[in-house]
C-alpha cells in the first residue's frame, strides 16, 4: 500500500524469503528491495539501515513491525502465568517486542533529521495498551511500552519535523490466525476480524503529508471491540 502511494519500500524478515516479496511488489510495478536480519541485534539494525540508504538515498518513513511470539526449539511458549514464566522467556518477547522499535527507530531518526521530515509508525496491539489477554504477560507489557516510547519519541522529535504514531491492531484475519482468534473475531461488534489491508491504510494514512500533525497517537483498528461494554 506504501508502494502504491509511491513510495520505494525497503522489507525485512528473518529469513532470505523477503527477496521473493520484494520481487512480488516489483512484478507490481512498484519500486522494492529486501534484506533480512534479526533486529533484535543493533549491529544487524543499523546495517538494515545503511543498506536503506544506500539504495534510495534516504530514510523518510520508518514502519516497526516485528513482533508476535515466538516457541523455541525446546517447544517453550512465551505466554503462561507470570509465576511460571522463564525469565529468559520474557526477556525474548520484550526484545522481540519492544527493543526493535527502539533499536531501528534510534537508528533511523539521525537520518530524518537531517532532512528535516519523517514518519515513523510503529504497529502495537490493542493487547497491552487497551486490554489484555489472559497468560501473555509478556506481549502485553511490550506493547504497551511501544506505546510509551511512540509518546516519548514524538514529543522529543516534534521540532524536527518527524512524526511518531502507532497503529493498534485486535483480531486480524491472516495466515497465521487461530482457530480461537477467528471466533473471537466473530465477537466484535463489526462481527469479524479486520483484514490486513484495513490495518495498512491505518498505517499508510499516518505516512502521507496530511497526517503532519498527528503525532504521540496510538490509532486503534479492532472494529469496536475495545469500546463495547455489553458482551451478552
Known amino acids: 500500500m506504501l508502494a502504491a502511494l509511491g513510495a520505494s519500500v525497503m522489507v525485512t524478515s528473518t529469513t532470505e524469503r523477503i527477496h521473493e516479496r520484494a520481487a512480488e511488489i516489483r512484478t507490481e510495478g512498484y519500486i522494492a528491495h529486501g534484506t533480512f ?6 549491529a544487524t539494525v543499523a546495517r538494515i539501515v545503511e543498506e536503506t540508504i544506500a539504495a534510495f538515498g534516504s530514510i523518510d518513513i ?3 513491525n516485528a513482533g508476535m511470539t515466538s516457541v523455541t526449539e525446546s517447544g517453550e511458549d512465551e505466554a503462561g502465568l507470570a509465576p511460571a514464566l522463564p525469565y529468559p522467556l520474557w526477556r525474548a518477547s520484550i526484545e522481540r517486542n ?6 531501528a527507530s534510534r537508528a533511523a531518526i539521525p537520518h530524518m533529521q537531517r532532512k ?3 514518519r515513523i509508525i510503529s504497529v502495537a496491539s490493542v493487547t497491552g495498551p487497551v486490554m489484555a489477554m489472559r497468560h501473555d504477560p509478556a506481549y502485553a507489557a511490550a506493547k504497551a511500552a511501544v506505546v510509551g516510547l511512540t509518546r516519548a519519541l514524538a514529543v522529543d522529535h516534534a521540532g524536527d519535523g518527524i512524526t511518531v504514531n502507532a497503529v493498534a491492531p485486535g483480531w486480524i484475519e491472516t495466515g497465521s490466525q487461530t482457530p480461537n482468534e477467528k471466533t473471537e473475531g466473530l465477537a ?6 479486520a ?4 490495518v495498512a491504510s491505518a498505517v499508510a494514512w499516518l505516512a502521507t503529508p496530511g497526517a503532519a500533525y498527528t503525532t504521540g497517537q496510538c ?3 479492532d472494529g469496536g471491540n475495545s469500546i463495547a461494554e455489553e458482551r451478552s
Open 37 to 42: 536480519g534479526d533486529l533484535t541485534d543493533e
Open 62 to 64: 520508518l514502519v516497526n
Open 98 to 103: 519492544l527493543d526493535t522499535v527502539f533499536l
Open 116 to 118: 528535516g521530515w519523517g
Open 188 to 193: 466484535t461488534p463489526m462481527g469479524r476480524s
Open 195 to 198: 483484514t490486513p489491508d484495513e
Open 219 to 221: 490509532l486503534v483498528v
